[in-house]
């Protein structure tokens, strides 16, 4: 049962935007928190921003100033606004709640590739 699906990745030069969406299902949406992570090939899947079911945000110190997550609980959707994209931001990208986190369950990714 897909739980999140992913979309808005691309190719895009350094200093550029993406805009990031991910649409959830699921009766818990709304009081749960949410989380954008990325994995980098090689490297271990990481926390990139986080909110809360108030709206509480939190970021990883890499991408704090140039990427804002939000929340539309009614749409279910989190969005992730990447903007002054660095080639090192180049990753797979992915959204999840704890409980699937913690199931290891994970949707299909969108690829980010910040390359001139």
């Known amino acids: 049962q897909v739980h999140v699906v992913e979309s808005g990745g691309g190719l895009v030069q350094p200093g550029g935007s993406l805009r990031l969406s991910c649409v959830a299902s699921?009766?818990?949406?709304?009081?749960?928190?949410m989380g954008w992570y990325r994995q980098a090939p090689g490297k271990q899947r990481v926390l990139v921003a986080g909110?809360?079911?108030?709206?509480?945000?939190n970021y990883a110190d890499s991408v704090k100033g140039r990427f804002t997550i939000s929340r539309d609980n009614a749409k279910k959707t989190v969005i992730l606004q990447m903007n002054s994209l660095k080639p090192e931001d180049t990753a797979v990208y992915y959204c999840?709640?704890?409980?699937?986190?913690?199931?290891?369950?994970w949707g299909q990714g969108t690829q980010v590739t910040v390359s001139s």
């Open positions: 999840n709640d704890l409980p699937h986190q913690a199931l290891g369950s």
């Open positions: 909110i809360s079911s108030g709206g509480t945000t």
């Open positions: 699921g009766s818990t949406f709304s009081i749960n928190f």
